[in-house]
């Protein structure tokens, strides 16, 4: 049960605004472990879906620090039919629009889509959990991109830089202690069999909730 509580938390905040009652969530789950939360509801022509994989920066130790948040990325750089870049794409090309986010208990995937494109949308997520590309070439790049995103963060915002001290005080002996992004050497030292290994352990069906 603690498992979802996150997303069940979201859906029952987005049914409180929508005044749908908790009976009208429907949960099955497939064979493959992958849950399904779905609320039905016909009054637009789109859909929202929410793909809560549980894995954050708590799942870390020190040595590869920032995985989570790397696979965040790593997500949107190709996998075997649609290549790099193509997800986005293929999700604009069919109206809708993405987001992702990591926290120290969960990686968030959001989609919105017209119902229409569900399909599509489906194969888009079926294609990076099933066979996401880790390409040498594509991780150096992207390394490089969140290295960026941490120095740059680190130098923009004075309260990041106090927040990471006081989180690393509170959290002595707790993987809460380290920055969801990671430590700079960490991220530089990342091997090939770090990233496989993380994918394979928390990238799978039955480490997923989707909400929709």
């Known amino acids: 049960m603690k498992k979802i509580l996150l997303p069940v938390c979201l859906l029952l905040g987005i049914l409180s605004q929508a005044q749908i009652k908790a009976d009208d969530v429907k949960s099955f789950t497939l064979k493959n472990g992958m849950k399904f939360l779905v609320v039905e509801d016909y009054s637009i022509p789109n859909a929202n879906m929410y793909l809560f994989y549980r894995v954050g920066s708590r799942n870390e130790y020190q040595g590869i620090t920032g995985l989570s948040h790397f696979f965040e990325h790593m997500m949107f750089n190709g ?33 919105w889509f017209p119902a229409s494109a569900a399909e599509t949308i489906f194969d888009l997520e079926g ?4 066979s996401l590309s880790i390409d040498p070439k594509m991780v150096e790049s992207e390394r490089g991109v969140v290295l960026s995103e941490r120095s740059t963060g680190l130098e923009n915002s004075p309260w990041r830089t106090l927040g990471e001290a006081v989180t690393a005080q ?14 700079e050497d960490d991220m530089k030292n990342w091997k090939q069999a770090d990233l496989e290994r993380y994918f394979k352990t928390y990238y799978a069906p039955n480490n997923c909730v989707v909400v929709m």
């Open 170 to 183: 509170a959290f002595q002996e707790h993987p809460y202690h380290w920055p969801v992004i990671g430590y």
């Open 127 to 130: 294609d990076r959990i099933a």
């Open 79 to 111: 996998a075997k039919k649609y290549g790099p870049k193509q997800f986005d794409r293929t999700m604009e090309f069919n109206g809708g629009a993405n987001n992702a986010y990591t926290r120290q208990d969960v990686t968030v995937y959001t989609n």
